[in-house]
């Protein structure tokens, strides 16, 4: 450990490779030393961490009421059942009310004050979440800003009975007619009605006022303009040949590159290809994503973060390919000047929320706040290195370099940060204080960190309107997350009786009543004016068709943007933006009523379970398996092999991506089934011990898997097995603690596997 001695004779004790980080990587040119950067820190620590350890005491206290107060009223001969669920839930808002947690009235109106920000603030579009620590998923989602949409639907489960590899012609014809009629209904049409599959040839053309005009050419020598010209917006060309052309739909443009001589291809008229604006957005992730328990682990996702905002990046893909940060578009507009194309996501961060401490850095041997450290940190980075690049390289001084020619992550100078797991209006607050602090000891502008607020806490949608004006002029971002939130809503009520089952719990009053609640605040408060009002992630990674399907709506309802698991489901979501334009929906949202579903009274009904769905055993085996499998499925790599993001198969084999969120609401099930009696101790670890036989098959050809029951020693200590240990404490905390998060358990069990291996 390195020490800094802070002014106030504080000892600020520093992880070695953490300090030699900041100091060699990320205060060069920034004015600064290390030292400095760290005084700053402890400074901080020092202001800062007596609220949230006040702000943490609450959350004990408040969760400990709830639970007595179901508590006695169970004692007294009360049982909650569907018919008394309306009334179950007034009486636990007045009891809310009457100790002070929940206000007795709506704030009133107000509207955001948000300053105008980044132009992907205003576009609708899929946002992708990416794990920093992993150099190559990053590298990736910076680029998800284009892709090619042949790509994703040829390899993607839509039509998956023509076989890519045995009809490889007629899935690439399906792929071309699919994305045409997508083009001729929602993207652009030709005048004499023309469509896409007639035209075999392009060009542009200056009218009288020397504006160039798109004309398509069919087959027959017929000639077609567009019938809204606005839509052609630019195009490049290889002397007086088309090379490529962009059209512009709903905010979000769509790049056709074509074959020499502007052409398709003759045979089966498919473009050279077709490249969507899709995910305009990401998220970095130092959260829900990742497996960071240490100065190594943090290290690492910084230098990844250093090189997204710098712009020097690489990775290797799986394949062995060199992957490095996209440069601009460039292309020549309607009246042939030069314009630029952002080619890569406008990049925010998400860092850990209050209940995070972390020895990485202690105070007089105390460990500090995880989100200090975080948010300085980032921000530092974000604030020192985002100057775009020239394509010359860092230290690089002959040979193709990899550094792309780019302009700045944020062209307006804001960070972006994500704030996960706030429960109350006051921690938001305390939250806004930390950023102003922060940007006063970094010598920045007042409202350069701006925050994304996750309502994914059953007390932060209780608080939502409150939450938003206490950050009124730095709000960019609300987001819903069905996993995160339905197992915050377990863990509060979870006295109130046994939960419903997981596959349910989806059409359950609260979470459709959520969903509807957090766009309806965000469009009555103006959240939307300058910001996003986000939609949850689509968990099964490969379930493409279904996604099409299903995904649609969160456009439909309101929300201007989503999450999707990869690039390539977001260049297929990127098409219902195209589908539905989403500034209508909610222009129309802001003339109408809000709905009338989305009262106090339904956000807090209590999916209780109907016991009769779990009268045959063996259904109940099954289903306590399923639970059971997917926490080991997602605690394993993360213990053994820190990885805190995974697509794994689930207990019926269909791939989902697992991640904290689903640990906790697992979790949060068999720990309240637990509690009512409905499974037992012993059931739970023949469940786990199962799951992991069960998992053990599933990934035995799995590089750096390493078999968990696979003699009879091994399955005499399964139940003491790190991971396996991680998955029983979680349930255990599940109970004890006041929020059911799974860190502690992940984490103590983590750094014992990393202790063990040095």
Not at 71 to 84: L, N, Y
């Amino acid at each position: 450990m390195t020490i800094v001695k802070l002014e106030s004779g504080a000892s600020l004790e520093i992880d070695d490779a953490l300090y030699t980080f900041v100091q060699d990587a990320a205060v060069p040119g920034t004015g600064r030393t290390v030292d400095e950067v760290f005084k700053i820190l402890g400074e901080l620590v020092l202001e800062f961490d007596p609220k949230n350890q006040e702000l943490l005491t609450k959350r004990v206290d408040r969760q400990s009421a709830i639970d007595e107060y179901y508590i006695a009223k169970r004692k007294a001969g009360w049982f909650p059942t569907v018919e008394s669920a309306a009334q179950d839930a007034a009486d636990i808002g007045r009891f809310l009310v009457d100790n002070g947690y929940l206000q007795p009235d709506d704030p009133g109106p107000f509207t955001m004050t948000t300053p105008e920000l980044d132009l992907e603030m205003s576009q609708n579009g899929p946002e992708l979440v990416t794990p920093v620590n992993n150099a190559s998923m990053a590298v990736g989602g910076a680029n998800a800003r284009w892709g090619s949409l042949y790509d994703a639907y040829f390899l993607s489960d839509i039509h998956g009975e023509i076989d890519r590899d045995a009809k490889r012609d007629e899935r690439l014809q399906m792929v071309v007619d699919r994305v045409n009629e997508f083009l001729d209904n929602h993207v652009a049409q030709w005048q004499n009605g023309i469509r896409f599959n007639e035209l075999v040839a392009y060009s542009v053309s200056p009218d009288a006022q020397g504006t160039y005009e798109l004309i398509g050419h069919a087959a027959d020598g017929r000639e077609a303009k567009l019938q809204n010209p606005e839509r052609f917006v630019g195009f490049n060309q290889n002397g007086d040949q088309l090379t490529e052309f962009f059209l512009d739909d709903n905010g979000l443009k769509i790049q056709f590159q074509l074959y020499e001589g502007g052409k398709v291809d003759a045979e089966n008229g498919q473009f050279k290809d077709v490249v969507v604006e899709s995910a305009v957005t990401n998220i970095v992730d130092f959260e829900d994503a990742v497996a960071i328990v240490d100065g190594e682990d943090m290290v690492l996702g910084l230098r990844n973060y250093l090189g997204l905002i710098r712009g020097d990046l690489q990775a290797h893909s799986s394949r062995g390919a060199l992957k490095t940060i996209d440069s601009d578009k460039t292309y020549l507009d309607v009246n042939g000047a030069t314009r630029t194309a952002k080619g890569t996501s406008l990049m925010s961060v998400r860092n850990v929320s209050l209940h995070m401490y972390t020895d990485m850095v202690t105070v007089d041997g105390r460990e500090i706040s995880e989100r200090m450290l975080g948010v300085l940190l980032t921000t530092l980075i974000a604030t020192a290195h985002d100057n775009g690049s020239d394509g010359v390289g860092f230290g690089k001084t002959s040979g193709p370099s990899p550094v792309p020619v780019r302009g700045p992550n944020s062209a307006k100078g804001y960070v972006y940060q994500v704030t996960p797991k706030l429960q109350t209006s006051e921690e938001v607050a305390e939250q806004v204080r930390f950023f102003e602090a922060v940007e006063d000891k970094l010598g920045l502008a007042q409202g350069t960190v701006i925050i994304g607020i996750m309502n994914e806490e059953l007390g932060m949608t209780l608080q939502l309107a409150e939450a938003l004006r206490a950050a009124q002029s730095r709000v960019f971002f609300i987001n819903t997350g069905f996993l995160d939130r339905t197992g915050s809503q377990i863990r509060v009520q979870t006295h109130a009786g046994p939960v419903d089952l997981r596959d349910d719990l989806t059409q359950a009053v609260f979470n459709t009543s959520y969903e509807l609640h957090n766009v309806d605040t965000g469009i009555r408060t103006g959240v939307h004016q300058q910001g996003k009002i986000g939609k949850g992630m689509q968990v099964k990674n490969r379930a493409m068709a279904e996604m099409m399907e299903v995904k649609i709506n969160h456009p439909r309802s309101g929300g201007n943007t989503a999450w999707v698991p990869a690039p390539n489901p977001s260049h297929l979501h990127s098409m219902h933006y195209h589908m539905i334009d989403v500034d209508e929906v909610q222009r129309v949202m802001e003339d109408s009523p809000s709905p009338e579903n989305i009262s106090r009274v339904d956000l807090l009904s209590f999916p209780l379970l109907d016991n009769g769905k779990l009268a045959d055993p063996e259904v109940k085996r099954n289903l306590l398996l399923g639970y059971a499998h997917s926490m080991v499925a997602y605690v394993e790599p993360w213990v053994h092999r820190g990885i805190g993001c995974s697509g794994v198969p689930n207990f019926s084999q269909v791939e989902e991506m697992k991640d904290r969120a689903t640990e906790r609401i697992d979790g949060a099930i068999i720990a309240n089934w637990k509690l009512h009696g409905v499974v037992s101790q012993r059931e739970i670890e023949d469940a786990v011990t199962k799951a992991v036989e069960i998992l053990d098959q599933q990934n035995s050809q799995l590089p750096g898997y390493v078999l968990m029951a696979d003699t009879q020693e091994k399955r005499n200590g399964l139940l003491e097995e790190p991971a396996i240990r991680a998955v029983l404490e979680i349930i255990d905390d599940a109970l004890s603690s006041p929020s059911a998060y799974v860190e502690p358990a992940l984490f103590r069990n983590r750094k014992a596997v990393k202790a063990a291996s040095k």
